[in-house]
């Protein structure tokens, strides 16, 4: 999956190409990394790293294989610090 072509998507629509199988969730996972990459050294709008390899997480929800980022004054996750923004 190509930067363009995930940008194409919602989460609805990226939960369902990963559900249908026309994508994986590591090939959604590289396109969002490599779409935040690309623009976050103008908006400066990562706390932190991104993460080497998705959280640990429930596959079966609705958004099952979605990549999505956690902002540390609203969502909290296991291992993860929280620096309240």
Known sequence: MQVSEYAE???TG???LVRTGQ???AE???AGRQAVESVNGQL???VG???EKPLEADQTGPFGGVPFAIK???LHAEGIPQRAG
């Open 49 to 51: 790293e991104l993460f």
């Open 44 to 46: 400066n709008a990562l």
């Open 9 to 11: 998507y919602d989460a």
């Open 28 to 30: 959604v996972h590289a």
């Open 14 to 16: 990226l939960a369902e």
């Open 23 to 25: 994508v994986t969730p």
């Open 72 to 74: 540390d004054l609203v």
